[in-house]
């Protein structure tokens, strides 16, 4: 497992995150995984021995129960706390109170300590707003934020399904203000759905912001159950939840060519695809989720996968975005800059 500093910070997590929206299964979130403590435990410790030490969270997974069984796996296998960072996030409707949604402050300085409360833990590594609240002025929200880590709640602040507008907005007005400021982007980014590309990753790497993937298998839709023009395994998750949105027709021309290499270097396609986003210099930390310990066993061996240069040309010539504008306006007009 190799550890990369998480954006512009000297925090240090775990190239792949423990994503726990399989655990609890509750409401709207049985589609995902009804994971019972037992299992998290499991899952949870043969996370950590690996090296992962970055778990993932929000307050929305279960309506709760998914930070509360997280934070008993820590307590249930004594780890310590000094030695994980765990990130959880606050936006989604918690209670049906016309105030129990959003990035108002009441919302979040409510969240927060429901977060801590059942997570049972004294402070918060990373949160995270989980999106973009149209209701709610973005400097009240940022405001906000930086109080809880002016007072040791949280210890740092990121954001989640942001535009990149909206990202440079917030970055700007907390600099402005000499306030902690996002420090990384949860967002979705696979070899199946590369848009990230054009505008958020050039701002991630010219903001330092770190970036961490979720649903890198495109909603299991590059495990190797899905077949063109066939249904998938009957345990997939697509069949119940078809979500994120994906090209198909163009997926599966990707895959064709993630299974005659997977073939060739004796490695599973979600192997190649989590490698692939490892493999790529705006990652940071991917989330992987599992159901089974045979699945996180499997996503676990994607830090082992070495792809030689044409490997790599190969999987880009067969993923790459097609041309959009002002993208490829500023390709031709920047040519006669570029250093040679």
């Given at each position: 497992m190799k550890y990369k500093l998480l954006g512009n910070t000297g925090l240090k997590v775990s190239e792949l995150c423990l994503g726990t929206m399989t655990f609890g299964g509750k409401g709207y979130w049985t589609a995902i995984g009804t994971l019972d403590q037992q299992a998290v435990d499991n899952l949870v410790g043969s996370s950590v021995d690996a090296g992962i030490n970055f778990i993932d969270t929000a307050n929305v997974y279960s309506e709760g129960l998914s930070e509360e069984m997280t934070g008993k796996a820590i307590r249930n296998l004594g780890l310590k706390r000094e030695n994980?960072?765990?990130a959880t996030k606050v936006r989604g409707k918690m209670s049906d109170d016309p105030n129990g949604i959003g990035l108002s402050r009441k919302h979040i300085l409510h969240q927060v300590d429901e977060s801590l409360r059942r997570l049972n833990l004294e402070y918060i590594d990373l949160y995270q707003?989980?999106?973009?609240?149209?209701?709610?002025p973005i400097e009240e929200t940022l405001d906000t934020l930086d109080g809880l880590?002016?007072?040791g709640k949280?210890?740092?602040i990121g954001c989640s399904n942001m535009s990149a507008w909206q990202i440079m907005k917030a970055v700007d007005y907390s600099t402005f203000n000499r306030q902690a400021k996002f420090i990384s982007l949860q967002a979705y980014y696979t070899i199946a759905g590369r848009d990230l590309e054009r505008e958020i990753v050039p701002l991630l790497k010219d903001q330092h912001i770190g970036l961490m993937v979720w649903s890198p298998l495109a909603g299991g839709l590059l495990?190797?159950?899905f077949k063109r023009n066939a249904e998938g395994a009957g345990d997939a998750r697509r069949i119940n939840f078809d979500f994120p949105p994906v090209n198909k027709e163009k997926a599966?021309?990707?895959?064709?060519?993630l299974d005659a290499m997977a073939q060739e270097k004796e490695v599973s396609i979600a192997q190649l695809s989590l490698a692939w986003l490892l493999h790529q210099p705006a990652v940071t930390s991917i989330i992987i989720g599992a159901k089974k310990p045979e699945q996180l066993e499997d996503n676990l061996k994607s830090t082992d996968v070495v792809f030689t240069p044409e490997e790599l040309k190969t999987l880009d010539e067969a993923s790459k975005l097609s041309p959009e504008y002002p993208g490829w306006m500023l390709e031709r007009m920047g040519a006669d800059r570029k250093k040679q």
């Open positions: 994980l960072v765990i707003v989980h999106g973009y609240d149209e209701l709610t880590v002016e007072n949280v210890r740092y495990t190797g159950k599966f021309d990707i895959l064709d060519v």
